[in-house]
């Protein structure tokens, strides 16, 4: 009675079969801006950080008194707009990915141990997530800020700092369900060792739900990032980001709306993408939607 | 007939309770649940001892304390003559090389995200007796013996039926050719015909491998096809045990009566009379005083109430804990 229903596997099969489903604007979109923040170098018209006080707030080149110079307009220091874009999107993108990576690797850790180990390194474990959960964000923000200095680095230690908690959280209870799984306790009758249940009984498991959080917090750490920006926690200027964009352009929103309009769509457009992109993902990963 | 077989397993004075809390703020224990409350058995090599007993009344706790899942209350698990609780190191790993388990669903017995393959090749590699250029070979072979085709292997469990997914979960526990296999519930999620063809496959283990098995299961008919010896058990107490035949040719506590009443019969016109039980089983939380069983038997008298019975001997290798005898 052997089974007899194999599918045949190739590597262009298996290529064709992990693509399926792609949804792809989002995926052009997400392509996009990363590829124009690694070239930004060699296709920004202009410099972002040049500033040129007689082409101030001029508006995008189809309004009036727009020019093709500036296709998206200038800020209030007459800095183009479209390059600055480019370039923000460099350091936007690296700061939240990068914060993303960091705080889900620790926050996934810690909740695997947690949920794991249950007792006392579950409690000692969890009212730490409750004491940062807790902490005023911004405060804690600042405080990091200043006392490690203004950096690419702090922002990305900051981002993640905050971000690690939700993530213990959220995972200790997946692994709860998981635990009392029989493939669990026949991983120990097999002498299997807690590292071993953990890496490669729970995490599997937990995968899903580590990306698809992931992804739906990358928008939300572009704006932690814009916001320690504004307060001048964040990229130290004149360095561009989407977020520190934003808030430039706070002031001239009546006036000159599309300093802060366009690397406010540009943020949108990183987010919903990155969000479509999870859910793609989530289902692309898991076994039993992957059918043959 | 079984004293010149060497014992692999033995179970003496075993006990396992639950406590039970109390309380919103300042936790108390109100009271323990005697899952198994003072067990003895043996089972010997290349034999099968069948576990009965409705839910409930400590089967499965007995399992997992074997398995060492959970720690034992007080009382000895013994293989091949050493304590299994305190088990350590070499001798711990050689315990988890040695046993190994089937349990009721396979569906929760297989991690979701590993591939079949992996699935039955996890002894292997933690035991590290197989050196890894053998492993995909051993896997093979396993496959093989439950019947699945060699492609299996690429495959994810949800690929397969329940009756397959079984298979898969008895290569597994076949793959390192361990000595003792504990069987819970092994086919009470499947379908009645695909029941025998893992019991029967368990069986050929057995003859091949000289492989033991503790079977578990609430199913008469299960474990009188597949044990050598059977131990009754209600409420975490052993009231009956003894070889297959005696015990199901006579029957002697009026529980394992009733039980086996209450089974359908081999041949269908078969007459048999019928003890149909009255009552709950009692909780385990707060047993009933004297024997176990006294408030749903049919048969007790004046002391079944007042002194526990013992397990005695009545008969050739039949024991039994009631005071009728």
Known sequence: MALDATREK?????????????PWIPAFVLVTMVL?????????????TETSLPHKLQPPFWQAGGSTTYLLGTDALGRDVLSRLMFGARYSLIVSLAAIVVGTSFGAALGLIAGYCGGWVDSLIMRATDVMLSLPVILLALLLAVSLGPSFITIIIIVAAVLWAR?????????LYWKTQDFVALARVAGASGFRIISRHLFPNVLNTLLVLATMQVGWAIIMEGSLSFLGAGVPPPTPSLGSMVSDGRNYIASAWWIAMFPGLAILLIVLSMNLFGDWMRDAFDPKLRQM | MTADKSILLEVQGLKKYFPVTEGLVFLRTAGYVKAVDDIDFELPERQTLGLVGESGCGKTTTARVILRLEEPTSGRV?????????????DLRRYRAAVHAVFQDPTSSLNPRMRVGSIISEPLEVSGKIPRSEIKDRVKESLDFVGLNQDSAGLFPHEFSGGQ???VALARAFALRPRLIVLDEPVSSLDVSIRAQILNLAKDMQEQAGISFLLISHDLATVRYMSHRIAVMYLGKIVEAGARDEVYSHPLHPYTSALLSAASPLRPGDQQKEVV????????LNPPSGCRFHPRCDRRMKSCSDTEPQLKPAGADHQVACHLY
């Open chain 2, 165 to 167: 997914r079984q298979r």
């Open chain 2, 277 to 284: 039980l009255t009552g709950e089983v009692s909780s385990p």
């Open chain 1, 167 to 175: 993530y213990a959280r959220i995972i200790r209870g997946e692994v």
């Open chain 2, 78 to 90: 013994c293989f091949q003559g050493k304590d299994v609780s305190r088990l350590g190191g070499a």
């Open chain 1, 36 to 48: 124009v923040a690694i070239f930004a170098d060699f296709i920004a018209p202009h410099s972002p």
């Open chain 1, 10 to 22: 190739t590597p262009v099969a298996n290529w064709k079969l992990a693509l399926r489903g792609v």
